[in-house]
C-alpha cells in the first residue's frame, strides 16, 4: 500500500505565503514525476506545478514566480512554497505522484487535499 499525506494548508491574506508538504509512504520502490493540482469550487481540477525525479520542475503561468516546487528524495517528500498569494489561489491542494512500488507494480497516486483559503 501507498499513502500521499499532504498538510500545510490553511487561511492566509492575500499577499501572505504558505508551504504545503506532501509525504508519500508505504511500499515503495522509486518515486517518478511528481505535482501539485488545484480545484476551486465548481471548476475543474488543474495542474499547478510539476517536478521529475532529477529536479525539473514545470508551472502553469498563474503562479511562475510565486510559487516553487521542489523534493526531498530520500525523505520521499514533496514541497510547495506559495508566496504573494492572491484570492484567485484559494483551492484545495492535492499531491499526485507516480510511484513504483516493491512489487515493481506502477501507479500515479493522489493525497486526500489540503485546503488553501486566500482572503482578500
Known amino acids: 500500500q501507498v499513502q500521499l499525506v499532504e498538510s500545510g494548508g490553511g487561511l492566509v491574506q492575500a499577499g501572505g505565503s504558505l508551504r504545503l508538504s506532501c509525504v508519500a509512504s508505504g511500499s515503495i520502490l522509486r518515486i517518478g514525476a511528481m505535482g501539485w493540482y488545484r480545484q476551486a469550487p465548481g471548476k475543474q481540477r488543474e495542474l499547478v506545478a510539476q517536478i521529475t525525479s532529477d529536479g525539473s520542475t514545470n508551472y502553469q503561468d498563474s503562479v511562475k514566480g510565486r510559487f516553487t516546487i521542489t523534493r526531498d528524495n530520500p525523505k520521499n517528500t514533496l514541497y510547495l512554497r506559495m508566496n504573494s498569494l492572491k484570492p484567485e489561489d484559494t483551492a484545495v491542494y492535492y499531491c499526485?505522484?507516480?510511484?513504483?512500488?516493491?512489487?515493481?507494480?506502477?501507479?500515479?497516486?493522489w493525497g486526500q487535499g489540503t485546503q488553501v483559503t486566500v482572503s482578500s
Open positions: 499526485n505522484g507516480y510511484i513504483l512500488r516493491r512489487d515493481n507494480r506502477g501507479s500515479a497516486y
